[in-house]
C-alpha cells in the first residue's frame, strides 16, 4: 500500500466520520425543535430562558448538521484539494546544479588564521 492509498484511506474515513456525525446532529435538531414546541408557562422568565435555549439549540444542531454533512460528502466524494495538500512533496535538490555549501568556501574567504576556541598555534 503507497502513501497515497493510506491518505485516501484517511480522507474517507474521515468523510464517513462526519456523515454520521451529521446523522447524530439530525437528531438533536430533532430534539431541539420537540424542546421549542413544548407549550410551558407563558409569560414568565422561565418560559423566555426555555424558548432561547432550544433556539440556541436549534442553530448549533443546524450549524454543526450542515458542516459535517457538506465536508463528509466532500470528502467521501473524492476530497481532491485535500489529498493535493497532504500529498505535497517538496521539490528535491538537483544533484547536477551547484548549490552553496559550507564546504566550498575557498580557505582564504573569512580564515584570519585564528583556531576554534580562540586559540592560535
Not at 13 to 18: H, S
Not at 22 to 32: E, P
Not at 54 to 69: D, G, K, P, V
Amino acid at each position: 500500500m503507497t502513501k497515497g492509498d493510506l491518505i485516501w484511506v484517511l480522507i474517507r474515513g474521515t468523510g464517513f466520520l462526519l456523515a454520521v456525525r451529521a446523522l447524530f446532529s439530525i437528531k438533536d435538531l430533532l430534539h431541539a425543535l420537540l424542546q421549542s414546541s413544548y407549550d410551558g408557562p407563558q409569560g414568565t422568565d422561565f418560559a423566555k430562558l426555555w424558548a432561547q435555549t432550544a433556539l440556541s439549540n436549534m442553530a448549533e444542531a443546524m450549524i454543526t448538521a450542515a458542516f459535517c454533512l457538506v465536508v463528509g460528502v466532500y470528502l467521501l466524494r473524492g476530497g481532491n484539494w485535500i489529498f493535493k495538500l497532504i500529498n505535497h512533496v517538496a521539490p528535491e535538490r538537483s544533484n547536477t546544479t551547484p548549490h552553496a555549501d559550507a564546504r566550498d568556501v575557498p580557505a582564504s574567504a573569512g580564515d584570519s588564521g585564528a583556531r576554534a576556541g580562540g586559540r592560535e598555534r
